[in-house]
């Protein structure tokens, strides 16, 4: 059985979705704006000419979702869309995406061939999904074997250090330094997901895992009009300084 989350997103798709998708905190609970965060234009706002500037083909997206950015992508250079969910392997299958696959983020060399990718997007926040330090250093690890040698990355975060950050559904101070913590819950047609427990990393803590990790965080974008602490942040693969 899919979870909400991904059941909401495929009934969207095919037009079948007929409650709210509702995101739950500790006693606080919001919907979701499933159409128009999922399935707008990608290239719509701000954000995405900084996105697009760091990628280049073969691109990994990873936690592709219903593949909205997957399919921009596919028409500029190869792309390859991971997602967690079977449910939304299909639904991106049955929106065009050419290269659709069943894959966990958090054990990618377990699937993708070594070497094989010169750039990777991780967008909407599953990052966090590491849960620890340890494992975003561990994940980021990964990466490296799966991509070439001059491969760049996109992932991006929610900054403790930012006042809105606390306002965030679900959200838990962390007692170090840079590092918070969210637990949510999705709901949708009467189901109520399993708890979703992000770690919240600021990009000084993202720059310490990426160099532990082989990365360098080469730039950090983040919008004027956010006014949640969310954050962009592009990496290359070597240390700075290193030869690319
Ligand atoms: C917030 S959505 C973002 C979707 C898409 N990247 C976008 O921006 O429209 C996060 C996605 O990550 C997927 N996801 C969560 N955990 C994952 C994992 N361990 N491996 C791969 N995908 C995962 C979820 O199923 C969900 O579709």
Redesign the pocket.
């Given at each position: 059985m899919p979870s909400p989350?991904?059941r909401a997103?495929r009934d969207q798709h095919r037009d079948e979705r007929d409650a709210p998708l509702r995101v739950h905190g500790d006693d606080e609970c919001r919907e979701h704006p499933v159409e128009a965060?999922?399935f707008g234009d990608p290239t719509g706002g701000d954000a995405f000419p900084w996105i697009e500037s760091w990628l280049d083909g073969p691109l990994l997206?990873?936690?592709?979702?219903?593949g909205?950015?997957a399919r921009y992508f596919q028409a500029q250079f190869e792309t390859v869309a991971?997602?967690?969910?079977d449910a939304?392997v299909e639904t991106m299958r049955d929106r065009g995406v050419d290269d659709a696959r069943r894959?966990?983020?958090?054990a990618l060399p377990e699937t993708l061939p070594a070497d094989r990718f010169r750039s990777v997007l991780i967008?909407?926040?599953?990052l966090g999904?590491a849960g620890s330090t340890d494992r975003l250093r561990g994940t980021l690890a990964d990466l490296d074997v799966v991509t070439r040698a001059d491969a760049t990355a996109v992932v991006d975060g929610y900054d403790p250090a930012h006042p809105g950050t606390a306002d965030l559904i679900g959200y838990r101070d962390d007692p170090r330094d840079g590092l918070a913590r969210r637990t949510i819950r999705f709901e949708y047609a009467g189901e109520r997901g399993d708890p979703l427990e992000f770690l919240l990393f600021g990009p000084d803590r993202l720059r310490a895992a990426a160099s532990d990790a082989g990365w360098t965080v080469a730039a950090v974008d983040a919008p004027s009009t956010a006014d949640t602490g969310y954050y962009r942040a592009a990496l290359r693969r070597g240390q700075s300084g290193s030869p690319q």
């Open positions: 989350f991904a997103l965060f999922y997206d990873v936690g592709a979702g219903v909205r950015d991971v997602e967690v969910s939304l894959g966990d983020l958090f967008r909407g926040t599953q999904l």
